[in-house]
């Protein structure tokens, strides 16, 4: 056994003997935390209930097909593969739908071709924006993002460019 298996066991008996020495009713806090839990899920689940509908609708539309071969010419002329689009339009929304077409670029391309490195930067460098701001603003209650999606979208832009020109930097595009 290694000292790594006796981490957690450690941290859990630690809690109890803080607990005890603290004289905190352990069971009684748990379930509250517990409730506060099911509650924060309850608040979140409309949000994620609409976004998912939305992606679903998004991709069975045939609009990400379509997007993708609207800017199939500036890939090109970039030297960006097309091949990724798909992906860099579906992240901000669902890192399942991403990682679908992720795996369908590695799946198609093969796993050391450059189309699967830039996908797999770009899925690493970026973050499910609208997904996340669901989340987290739904489960405290704001309304108004202000410039939290424009920022956030802005940040995802940028990783892309970046991580795309360090792709290609590195590894070339062939």
Do not use: H
């Amino acid at each position: 056994m290694q000292l790594t298996d006796f981490v957690v066991p450690l941290i859990v008996v630690g809690i109890f003997v803080y607990a005890t020495v603290k004289r905190v009713d352990v069971f009684s806090v748990f379930c509250e935390g517990a409730k506060e839990g099911l509650q924060t899920c309850a608040d979140i689940l409309p949000a994620l209930v609409l976004l998912l509908v939305c992606v679903g609708m998004f991709r069975a539309s045939g609009a990400v097909d379509a997007l993708t071969e609207l800017v199939r010419p500036l890939c090109s002329a970039v030297g960006f593969p097309a091949e990724c689009m798909p992906m860099v339009i579906l992240r901000p929304f669902s890192g399942s739908g991403a990682m679908a077409v992720y795996n369908g670029i590695a799946a198609s391309n093969g796993v050391d071709s450059f189309a699967e490195r830039v996908a797999a930067v770009l899925l690493g460098s970026s973050e499910t924006t609208f997904y996340t701001v669901a989340v987290y603003f739904s489960s405290v209650g704001v309304k108004k993002t202000r410039y939290a999606v424009p920022a956030a979208l802005t940040a995802d832009l940028t990783s892309w460019i970046v991580c795309g020109a360090v792709v290609t930097l590195f590894f070339g595009a062939g």
